[in-house]
């Protein structure tokens, strides 16, 4: 809903995550699907978001839900059907929404047909589209990558008496992006979709591509924390198995293909990296207009959610990024749900509708994970029913992603909370259900509510569009800054603590109307209620 028409639609769009597995069930297996979450889609356009991102629904045995390819061009059973997919794009557009749909292309599935005939021997005609190498003499991996989700990254085939590389499980083996018959394939199935009507992609693990093929050993890490880690993973600075400089290449070709196509998009997802920091790379990957179009990191996915560690953050970014564009995000499919992760046990509506307030006047385009339009907090899924295989490795230290993928919550007292008529793959928290659409949608007052009236309110603001940022300084637990842009100015401050602030604010910055909670701006400075916020309109010669 960009405010200036001349503008891309998805720099400064608010994009909303769809977790089809959790989203909604139509068919009564208990697992969502395309259909649901075409039948729900008037939900999403409601709420004044500009797209959804689809994550994975291609043809997948499901070790990792999805994120383990087998076709890249057809849609798993589960979910439905092309003719499924294709009618919900319709239906999304229908309703003025584009579609984002995710590409794993890091690695594929281990049933893919192109690994069938890659292990089968050293010299069929894939036998170098996967990364193979001999072991060291000792019969040990040929180095010490790790994998993501714990231990070694090789993994032994013995038909080719090699390893193959991993860096997520054991059933996903990594493509060799060093073979050009590799990405022109990849380049190709992309356009299968371009062509297909998708408006862009969110890009899963976008610095795993490429690997040092001198397969060198990783140099340990050094911070303090790592003492701390319960997954080896941290241990290393990963300098060798990912974020390879070859990498910008392939996303200078991965642009030009998706520049052949009118007003498409591509959103990368950058990990954890080795000597340099992830928004580093985030700042690399977006800049100069011929890679990404932008990026996320996990660097809101994690930390205190403290107003000073936000801004550090964001600042970080900014000192960086030049003419590169951000994507921000608080919660997605990863990641524990950001009101327990941040706000404990039991946070407050009010403190979650400061987060949300925060997120969504940052500079850049905002991921909005379903059901954080509910406030809903980390689900309790105990370990008898666990599906992530990341959980079940590093339980109890680590209890997985579950608690971040249990069913959308739609009607409180209806079974299994209205999404599905049987039991579904994974349990409904009975706080949850406390929270249900049906609950929210007609309480005013509801984080759902709240969420639905600022993200419109923010659709009409153009330095929220598109304008700059620049952080002021503030009290503890405070966060502030302008945003700018040729046609308005905003002062932007809220409150992340539980007790009441006072700010010097500018004389003539004019309250508008927004519906945060309630807090007032005089001559003695801004008044900031507990978890309350404030966005007033500067004068053109206002100093801050």
């Given at each position: ?5 001349q503008?891309?639609w998805?720099?400064?769009a ?10 909604a ?33 291609f ?15 057809d849609?798993?059973p589960?979910f439905g ?11 999304a ?7 984002i749909?995710?590409?794993v292309?890091?690695?594929t599935?281990i ?7 890659s ?16 072991p ?10 790790l ?7 090789w ?5 080719r ?9 054991v ?15 990849l ?5 299968f ?9 969110r890009?899963d ?10 397969f ?21 600075r ?8 070859e990498n910008?290449?392939f996303?200078k070709q ?8 009118q007003d ?9 990296v ?11 990957y977006?800049?100069?207009?011929d890679?990404?179009?932008?990026a996320?990191?996990f660097d ?10 936000i ?16 994507c ?9 749900r ?11 509506d009010d ?43 590093f339980?109890?230290?680590f ?22 008529n ?29 969420t639905r ?17 620049l ?22 401050a809220v409150?992340?603590?539980t007790d ?20 007032s ?9 507990a ?11 206002a100093?801050?």
């Open positions: 809903m960009s405010v200036d028409n503008m891309p998805w720099r400064g608010v994009i909303y995550q769809i977790y089809p597995r959790s989203f069930d139509a068919n009564g297996d208990g697992v969502g699907d395309l259909p649901g979450a075409t039948a729900k889609m008037e939900h999403i356009a409601n709420l004044g978001v500009d797209a959804v991102w689809l994550s994975p629904f043809r997948s045995p499901m070790a990792d839900f999805g994120y383990d390819v087998s076709d890249y061009r849609v798993d589960l059907t092309l003719a499924d997919f294709d009618a919900l794009l319709a239906r557009h229908a309703l003025g929404l584009k579609v749909i995710d590409q292309l890091s690695h599935s049933k893919h047909p192109w690994f069938d005939e292990r089968a021997s050293r010299d069929n005609p894939k036998a170098d589209w996967y990364v193979w190498a001999d060291q003499p000792d019969g040990s991996p040929p180095c010490n990558w994998s993501v989700f714990g231990g070694s990254a993994a032994w085939e013995s038909r008496r090699q390893y193959y590389l991993h860096n997520f499980l059933e996903q083996p990594d493509l060799n992006f060093h073979n050009p018959e590799v990405t022109a394939q380049l190709d199935d992309v356009a979709w371009l062509d297909r009507g998708v408006d862009g992609f890009l693990t976008v610095n795993f591509y490429f690997h040092d093929p001198k060198r050993n990783n140099p340990p890490n050094d911070h303090p924390d790592v003492a701390h880690a319960s997954n080896p993973y941290a241990m290393q990963h300098v060798y198995d990912k974020t390879r400089p910008i290449g996303l991965l642009r030009a293909l998706t520049d052949q196509y498409r998009t591509l959103m990368g997802e950058v990990g954890e080795g000597a340099d920091t992830a928004l580093a790379v985030m700042a690399e977006t800049s100069g207009g890679k990404l179009h932008m996320y990191t809101l996915l994690s930390g205190d959610g403290s107003a000073g560690y801004k550090t953050t964001v600042q970080a970014l900014e000192d960086r990024i030049a003419d590169g564009w951000p921000w995000a608080m919660g997605n499919h990863d990641v524990m950001f009101p327990t992760r941040w706000g404990g046990n039991n946070p407050s403190w979650v509708k400061a987060m949300l307030t925060v997120l969504f006047c940052l500079r850049g385009s905002i991921c909005l994970y379903q059901g954080e339009e509910l406030g809903l907090p980390e689900a309790d899924v105990p370990y008898e029913f666990l599906q992530d295989p990341f959980g079940i490795n339980w109890p230290e209890k997985g992603r579950d608690g971040a993928r249990t069913p959308m919550p739609w009607q409180s007292d209806a079974p299994y909370a209205g999404f599905s049987t039991e579904p793959w994974l349990p409904i928290d009975p706080r949850h259900r406390q929270r249900a659409v049906d609950r929210q949608i007609s309480d005013a007052e509801s984080i759902y509510s709240f009236r600022l993200l419109q309110w923010r659709s009409a603001q153009p330095a929220l569009q598109t304008g700059d940022i952080f002021l300084e503030a009290p503890v637990g405070v966060i502030a800054f302008t945003r700018g842009s040729d046609h308005q100015r905003l002062l932007v409150n992340l603590s009441p602030q006072t700010l010097n604010i500018p004389a003539t910055t004019t309250l508008i109307d927004h519906g945060l909670k309630a807090s701006a005089s001559s003695g400075g801004l008044h900031l209620s978890n309350g916020a404030y966005v007033g309109k500067l004068a053109d010669s100093a801050v």
